[in-house]
């Protein structure tokens, strides 16, 4: 037998295949605040109007049965899916969030060596998934923190096989219109998937986007993801949809998990989808506050990144005390938690999210007198 002098450690043990060890672990937004103040979660893009009274109620029915496997289709929820967007629910597969079917969708088209291409401050789980897969992660840059449709076709390939564009982006909140969606799968060869990630697409009020139906019903090569997790107010429950062609669904349910929702959730996320009310309300929140913090952050000589989404990135200067980290630690301090976005390249900028007027208004308030101070200072 070998001793530990004689032979490399690593080799006592299983080793993590090239590119797992590379994987930076996603780190979920704060949620907690020192002892004695009140809580505003703003990190994490949830809605404050919570879940549909509906939403609750079938998932607790659930509740009465957990000796029982759920559907391993899902198909109370695909068909809900497919009433409310006219769909064939064959071709929808539901998933853990909508994280875990971008994931599928990369391991059944992606091996080593593959390239997967996102804008540069795309969603931070598209290169775990491709470097879970073995691919190689391929980043293009972006204009004013906005998605470059020419950046991302120069980086093209012939190793490309899946580009994946989230629009509105996360955490941006920018978004492209689509004419540029239809350029950028123009410019794709037709093996290539192009994915778009549409999770924030309920919010956006701009008369030149749409999340993508129309090109998955039209091509062989796209895919649309969506998420219960947002304005549906079912984060809890992870609920993710995605509609594709035929053969692209085919392929991912062959190595979906068979029961990857649980009872609750395909139940919570049928009734969900048909409270068109709740939803309204959600929207319309969205609404009148988007605006309203926006100028109140800039009005206090604050940069902030026009946004279509639910939430908007803060820009801070470079300059002590009045950096993203001391903002940071000023908000936390009086409850107010918001994202630190260093990990997408960004060290001087929060992204907080729409909350309920109190927490908003808090907030306002707190960053009135950081600014305030950090000027006197």
């Not at 803060?314 to 107010?336: C, K, N, Q, S, V």
């Not at 997408?344 to 101070?373: D, H, Q, S, W």
């Amino acid at each position: 037998m070998f001793s530990s002098t004689e032979t490399p450690a690593a080799a006592l043990r299983p080793v993590p295949r090239p590119g797992v060890l590379a994987i930076e672990a996603y780190v979920p937004g704060k949620s907690a605040a020192p002892a004695g103040v009140k809580l505003h979660k703003l990190s994490s893009n949830e809605t404050p109007l919570g879940p549909s009274p509906a939403a609750v109620a079938a998932a607790q029915e659930t509740a009465a049965h957990l000796e029982l496997y759920p559907d391993g289709s899902a198909t109370k929820l695909r068909q809900a899916i497919a009433q409310k967007y006219g769909l064939d629910p064959e071709r929808i597969v539901c998933g853990a969030g909508s994280d875990e079917l971008l994931s599928l969708l990369t391991y059944a088209y992606m091996g080593p060596g593959d390239e997967g291409l996102y804008s540069q401050y795309g969603f931070l789980v598209y290169r775990i998934a491709i470097l879970a897969a073995g691919g190689v992660p391929v980043v293009a840059p972006e204009r004013d923190h906005t998605t470059d449709v020419d950046a991302l076709l120069a980086a093209v390939t012939d190793k490309t096989r899946i580009v994946y564009l989230a629009n509105p982006n996360n955490p941006t909140g920018t978004y492209l219109p689509f004419d540029e969606v239809r350029r950028l799968h123009a410019g794709l060869p037709k093996t290539t998937l192009l994915v778009l990630d549409a999770a924030y697409a309920e919010y956006v009020r701009r008369n030149d986007y749409a999340a993508g139906l129309e090109l998955v019903a039209e091509h062989e090569n796209v895919v649309m993801t969506r998420t219960f997790s947002k304005v549906y107010g079912l984060a809890a429950l992870r609920i993710g949809w995605m509609v594709a062609p035929a053969a692209i669904a085919d392929a991912v349910n062959r190595i979906r998990g068979p029961f990857n929702l649980g009872a609750a959730a395909i139940a919570a996320g049928a009734a969900a989808m048909a409270d068109d009310a709740h939803i309204a309300k959600a929207v319309a929140h969205n609404d009148a506050w988007l605006p309203k913090v926006t100028k109140a952050l800039e009005d206090l000589g604050l940069a902030v990144t026009p946004s279509v989404g639910n939430f908007v990135l803060i820009h801070f200067p470079d300059e002590a005390g009045r950096t993203a980290a001391d903002a940071d630690a000023y908000l936390t301090a009086r409850g107010m938690i918001l994202r630190r976005v260093g990990a997408y390249g960004m060290p001087n900028a929060l992204r907080m999210t729409i909350g309920t007027a109190e927490a908003n208004e808090a907030v306002i308030a707190a960053l009135t007198e950081f600014v305030k101070g950090a000027r006197r200072g």
